[in-house]
């Protein structure tokens, strides 16, 4: 059985946050999900998982669209490789 999870973006973060739900279903899980946008301010969007499936997409009616994310520059990220 999957859990049901939300993404949280932070507008202007490049770094997300994870709450997890206690939902049975997608309608359980969209209640809870109303009860986190009212529990956090600020928030840009809240996008809901099942598992690997995304059930929905909240977004901040005070924040209008989210902002796209800045590209990350790859040449700043160091690649590891297993042995």
């Known amino acids: 059985m999957d859990s049901y ?10 770094v997300r946050d994870i709450c997890v739900l206690k ?3 997608d309608r359980a899980a969209d209640r809870a999900l109303a009860d986190v946008a009212a529990t956090w301010p600020g928030f840009e969007t809240l996008c809901l998982y099942c598992g690997e499936r995304l059930v929905t ?3 901040n ?4 669209f989210a902002a796209p994310l800045p590209e990350l520059a790859l040449d700043a990220v160091r690649f590891e490789t297993a042995a």
């Open 57 to 59: 997409v909240l977004s």
């Open 5 to 14: 999870y939300c993404i949280v973006n932070l507008p202007g973060v490049p």
């Open 23 to 25: 939902a049975e279903d």
């Open 61 to 64: 009616p005070a924040l209008g």
